[in-house]
């Protein structure tokens, strides 16, 4: 596999599902679906095989997906999904997977040929929805039930099931897949004799960078590598064009004074401003601080935030709690480094933090698991 595919993110992922299911040739998808102990990928993770062996995505550091792509060729001449258990413990009796590279737990894996049956989600991700995908992957006595698939549809709360998905068991994990529809999120549950694998797709947080400085340039590539849907919004005109920035998913013209107007702006926006231009920053934070979005970035020194703020105090505009909360300036983490990929890295780590909810600190001094599970509610 190509260095570039095993890091590609969940959106090629998908968007390489949706090639194969319209194109004549097969493949397989991937997914781990249930993780006991630690492991370097979480529930959800997905990777995509083509008919000609190679992939796209990953589920480990590097010690399965070689086995992956074996296995694919299998579950293709099968025509059927499968199930495989991986033990990745270093003191395993069996040596093959413990191999010391970030993994210290049981992952399970289900791998199904691409077909019409996962039309539903490539077709939400198409239209920018969310979705959840419930799959049965066990069944103590009703086998006919494995494979079964339900689509969970969160802007009017449907389920989509097929015939031979048990509805009791769906109504019992609606709450969950809505919740992780929501998040982006994944787990699977055991349910009155059912193992159920919920996968909850959500579109992609959106990253704006305004401006189009040299500067730009890395914030963008990293953004894009980490998932995020990056739109770089250029002043003028003069430098706002898609071959200036190719990692870029949309790239648009506009001016300060309208880019509420030019842009879709929501709470899962994430906005960078970095124009270097005194005035068009304090009017492109004054309308961006007017919009749902739940952080404004602003690149520059502390000292020139307390400039601007003097310029808006003249104009007899002051900010609310609330909007200050919102604004980060300087901006980014403090990581110590002045390069421009340590600092677009520093900014795109505290876009992160925050469309996480996440305060940022070392792993080593966060208590309990890394990851949340979610529980769901008992019968009683």
Known sequence: MKDANWSAPEADVLDSARELLDGPERGVLATIIAVDGSAYRRPGAKMVVREDGEGIGHITAGCLEDEVGRLAEEVLEAGEPRVERYDLRPDTDDDVWGLGVGCNGLV?????????????????????????????????????????RGYYHPEDESFDLDR????????????????????????????????????GIATPDDLVVVGTGNDVGPVVELGARAGFRVTVAGFRGSNATPERFPEADEVVSTSPARIREKLDLHGDTYVVVATHNFVDDRIAVDELLASPVPYVGLLGPRERFEEMLEEFETEERTFTEDELDRLYTPVGLDLGGGAPYQIALSIVAEVLAVSNDRRPEHLKEREGPIHERIELASDD
Do not use: C, H, K, Q
Not at 112 to 134: H, I, K, M, Q, T
Not at 176 to 193: H, K, M, T
């Open 164 to 199: 031979a998905f048990p509805g009791d068991v769906a109504e019992r994990v609606r709450p969950a897949v809505a919740d992780l529809a929501s998040r982006g999120r994944a787990d699977s549950f055991e349910i009155e004799g059912y193992t159920v694998f919920v996968d």
């Open 108 to 148: 399970t894996i289900l791998l199904e040929p691409l077909d019409e049956s996962y039309r539903a989600v490539v077709d939400a991700v198409d239209e920018g929805r969310n979705v959840g995908v419930v799959t049965v992957v066990d069944a103590e006595e009703d086998e006919s039930a494995v494979g079964a």
